[in-house]
C-alpha cells in the first residue's frame, strides 16, 4: 500500500515539475497550433522586446518596426524564392532519376538528424583531423587560440 501511494506521489511530482519547466505558448498565433505568426506579428514582437530592453522612445519604437518589418518581408522573398527553386529542382530531378534514385535523393535533401539550424552552426571537421583547427570547425578564428596560456 505505502509503495503504491509513493509511486502515485512520484508521479504526480515529476508530472507537476515537467510542466512547470514547459515553454509558455504564443498568444499571437492563429487557431492551429503549428501555425506561424505573420511578418507584421514577428515584427511587432521583437520591437516589443527591443523597446522593452532599450526603452526605446514612440519615434525609435516606429523606426525599429518599419526596419524590422522590412528586413523580415526581404527574409520571407528569400525564403520564398528558396521554395520555389527547390521544387523546380525536384521536377527536374524526377524527369532525371528512376523513382527509387529520386526517392533516396528526396531523403538525402531531408533535415539531416542532429543538424543545427541558424547562426550557432558549424562545419564538422574531417575525420581524423583535430576538432579546433583554424578553418576545420568553423569559418571565423579559434577562439580557444586566444586562451592559450590563460585559465
Do not use: N
Amino acid at each position: 500500500m505505502k509503495k503504491t501511494i509513493f509511486a502515485a506521489f512520484a508521479a504526480l511530482c515529476m508530472a507537476a515539475g515537467t510542466s512547470a519547466f514547459a515553454q509558455p505558448q504564443r498568444m499571437e498565433r492563429g487557431p492551429e497550433a503549428g501555425e506561424r505568426p505573420s511578418v507584421e506579428q514577428m515584427a511587432r514582437e521583437m520591437t516589443d522586446r527591443m523597446a522593452e530592453r532599450l526603452k526605446l522612445t514612440e519615434k525609435q519604437s516606429e523606426q525599429v518596426y518599419a526596419a524590422t518589418l522590412e528586413q523580415l518581408q526581404t527574409m520571407e522573398a528569400h525564403r520564398e524564392a528558396m521554395r520555389k527553386a527547390r521544387a523546380e529542382q525536384a521536377e527536374k530531378m524526377k524527369s532525371i532519376l528512376s523513382t527509387e534514385q529520386f526517392m533516396e535523393w528526396s531523403k538525402m535533401q531531408g533535415p539531416h538528424p542532429g543538424a543545427r539550424r541558424g547562426p550557432q552552426m558549424m562545419r564538422k571537421a574531417p575525420e581524423g583531423a583535430p576538432a579546433c583547427r583554424e578553418g576545420a570547425c568553423c569559418d571565423r578564428p579559434c577562439p580557444r587560440e586566444k586562451m592559450k596560456g590563460k585559465k
